[in-house]
């Protein structure tokens, strides 16, 4: 004998096989939707440098035929150092190395702590028809309390020496200079790419500057290879990060 819960409890046995075809492909399509969003906006899923980094090489003098005739055994085209410039680096092509020197410490500290209370009672006559309420059964009282704390803390250090070409000369006194180094260790490869803005004064006469005085510096250090697949964490643990309402 059928009864209301056997209609309602027991599946279809002539269920379509069109209907599950339909949510399996809704299951799959919503997991390659989730591993795009997981893997596609990672960062440190990167497995090559970036782009625009390369080194910048100044143009090649124009070749003469004859030699100018200026009147005199100076000639410009053949290259010289000014007297008081000196062989510092002012020109697109010429090379300047940054010295690293980054280190941040950044700490937040976050505390809310909220308390609520509530009480509520009514006394029932002792004569008349209400007399059979007991004195404790109209008394309601409630409360409510949270206590949150959160602390987070960073530090960041990165030392180091990179050499980078200037890319664009301008007419403000500054310059915008822009590099990479790449190292194919045994473990896999790293790279720094770096790019800023420099004031062409801050250079020393030895070519250097400190990334401090780098104006909007881009500096990018990754790597590839066991050692950094090993640190990162696993696709199905970031599919089920990135599902989870927990």
Do not use: C
């Not at 070519?207 to 909007?216: E, F, G, K, T, Y």
Request: hydrophobic share 40%; glycine share 10%; aromatic share 8%.
């Amino acid at each position: 004998m059928e009864t209301p819960f056997d209609h309602h409890f027991t599946p279809e046995r002539n269920e379509s096989p069109r209907r599950r075809k339909t949510a399996v492909r809704a299951i799959l399509a919503g997991s390659i939707v989730a591993a795009f969003v997981v893997f596609g906006m990672d960062p440190a899923a990167a497995a090559r440098p970036k782009k625009g980094f390369e080194p910048v090489v100044a143009p090649p003098l124009p070749v003469q035929t004859a030699a100018p005739t200026a009147g005199s055994i100076f000639n410009v085209s053949a290259g010289y150092t000014g007297f008081v410039e000196g062989r510092r680096a002012h020109a697109v092509g010429d090379l300047i190395t940054v010295t690293l020197v980054e280190n941040m410490t950044t700490a937040k500290t976050a505390g809310a702590k909220t308390q609520k209370s509530g009480q509520f009672s009514v006394t029932p006559p002792t004569t008349g028809p209400l007399s059979f309420i007991k004195p404790t059964a109209l008394n309601a009282s409630g409360g409510s309390s949270f206590n949150g704390q959160g602390n987070a803390s960073q530090t960041s250090t990165l030392a180091g020496e990179v050499a980078v070409t200037i890319a664009e000369v301008r007419s403000n006194g500054t310059a915008l200079v822009r590099g990479e180094k790449r190292m194919m260790l045994s473990q896999g490869q790293e790279w720094v790419q770096f790019s800023g803005i420099v004031r062409l004064g801050d250079i020393d006469q030895e070519n250097r500057i400190l990334s401090s005085q780098v104006a909007d510096a881009r500096v990018e250090y990754t790597g590839n290879g066991s050692v950094g697949r090993a640190s990162r964490e696993g696709w199905l643990s970031k599919f089920f990060n990135a599902i989870s309402p927990f």
